[in-house]
C-alpha cells in the first residue's frame, strides 16, 4: 500500500520573510518558468512540500500582477510520470497562442542503484490553458536524449522566441568534463533540432565542469549568456560560494550558432545568490529572479518546517558590458510609511531610531573626509550580525557576518560618494551599491529586530531615507 505524504508543517515563524517569495511550507530552490500570461507574471520554483530537505522535484508556483505582492497557486508539477519518475527539475516557460507551455527537465535514477551520482535527464512538456491547472504533453519527451559527446548533466531548458523560430539552451557538461551550453531550435515547441554548442567552458577551474540554469538574451547591443557554473576554483575576492552565478556578453550569430564571448564575470558578490531566470517584460525591462540561498548553507530555518526563497525581482541593465541590478520599481507599491528620513554627520557609529524587520533604506554617504564608511546591523547584545564597509584606499566593498566564510568582497569604481539601496526582510538582506554596479545578497539569522548603525572612519555627510514595507506581501 502507497504512503500518502503531506506536506510539512511550520512550526516557528521567526525567520519567515515578509515579502520574498518562498513556499507555504517545504523546500525550495531555482525559480523556473518566470512568464507573463494573461494579466499576470508568473514565477515557478523547485519545490519539496514533504520536509524541509531537498526531494523530488516539484514545480510550486505563485502569481503577481504587479510583480510585488504574490498569491501562492497549486503545486503544477508534480513527479513520479514515466518521462519525469525522480524529479521534475529546472525549466522555462513561453506564452503560445493563448496557452502557457512549461519546458522542463525529467530527472531519472537507475533502478537499483543507490549512487546519486548515477541518473540521466530528458526535456518534458506541460501545458495550460487557466495558468494554473497544467497537463503533460502525452508524447512525451520533447528531447529524449543528450548528444553522443555529452555526460548525464543535461538540464534547465530555457526557451524564447526569436526571429521567427523558438530557440531552446540546456545546461551540460561535454564528456571532456568541461561545462557548455547547447542550443536547439523548433517551428512547433514539440520537435526539436540539434544545432550544436553555443559556448564552452574554457578552463575546468576558471569557468567550472557543469554549466546550470542558462539564459540567453540580447540586452543593449550585446548578447548575454547568464548562467551558474558548478566546480569554479576561489581566486582571490572572486568565486568564493561553493557554485557561481555570473555571466558573459559578446556577440551572437543565430545562422552560424557562434557566441564570441568575454570571460565569465560574477552577477553578486554575495553567499546567497544563485539560479537565475530572466524575462522581458511586457514594458521592455530585462527582469531577474534568483534563489536567495547557496549549496552547502547550514539553512537554519530547515527545524521551522521550511527552507529557501527567492531575491526581491530585480530590473537588469548593460553599462560597458557590465550588468548592473536593481530592484524593479514596483518596490515602491511596499512602502507603508516612511521610519525615517534627514542628513546627518557622522564620525564613527550613528545608530538609527527606529524598530523594524521589514523595510527599505536609501542612503548616499558623502566620504570627501573619510577613508571608510557603511553600516552594521546588530542583535540586542551588540553583536554584528552583519557589516558592509567600502574603503576608499583599495575600492573594496566588503560584506562580513559571523561564522566561518563570512567575508565576501568586490571592487567598486573609486568614488567619494556611497550610494546604499538596501532591503531588509526579517532573515534576508540585499544590497545595491551605486545604482547597482555591485550588489550582495545575505541571509542572515536572528530571533532579534536588529538595529541598524550608520558607521565612518572620518567625517561622513549623509543622507537618508527608511521606509517600513509591507510584511505580509505573499499569500499562502
Known sequence: MQTILKPIEITNERYRLGYHVAAKSGWINDPNGFCYFKGYYHIFYQHYPFAAEWGPMHWGHARSKDLVHWETLPIALTPGDKE?????????????????????????????????????????????????????????????????????????????????????????????????????????????NYLGPVAKSNNLKKEGYMWECPDFFSLGDKQVLLMSPQGIDAEGIHYNNENETGYMTGDFSYTDNKFERNNFQELDSGHDFYATQTILAPDGRRLLFGWMDMWGSEFPEKQDGWSGALIFPRELTLKNDKLYMKPVDELKLLRTSELLNGESNINGSYPFDFSSKQYEAEITLNMDNATEAGFSLTDSNDQEMLRLQYSKNNNHVSVMRPGKDGVREVVISATDTLKLHILVDTSSVEIFINDGEATFTERIYSEDTLRFNLLSNGEVSASYDIYQLDTNAIEY
Open 84 to 192: 519525469d519518475e525522480s524529479g521534475c527539475f529546472s525549466g522555462s516557460a513561453v506564452v503560445h497562442d493563448g496557452k502557457m507551455y512549461l519546458i522542463y527537465t525529467g530527472h531519472h535514477y537507475y533502478p537499483g542503484d543507490d549512487n546519486p551520482d548515477h541518473f540521466w535527464q530528458n526535456q518534458n512538456l506541460a501545458i495550460s490553458e487557466d495558468g494554473i491547472h497544467f497537463k503533460k504533453y502525452e508524447n512525451n519527451p520533447i528531447i529524449s536524449q543528450a548528444p553522443e559527446d555529452n555526460t548525464q548533466h543535461f538540464r534547465d531548458p530555457k526557451v524564447w522566441y526569436e526571429n521567427g523560430n523558438w530557440h531552446l539552451i540546456l545546461g551540460s557538461q561535454s564528456n571532456d568534463g568541461l561545462g557548455r551550453v547547447l542550443r536547439y531550435d523548433s517551428d512547433n515547441l514539440i520537435d526539436w
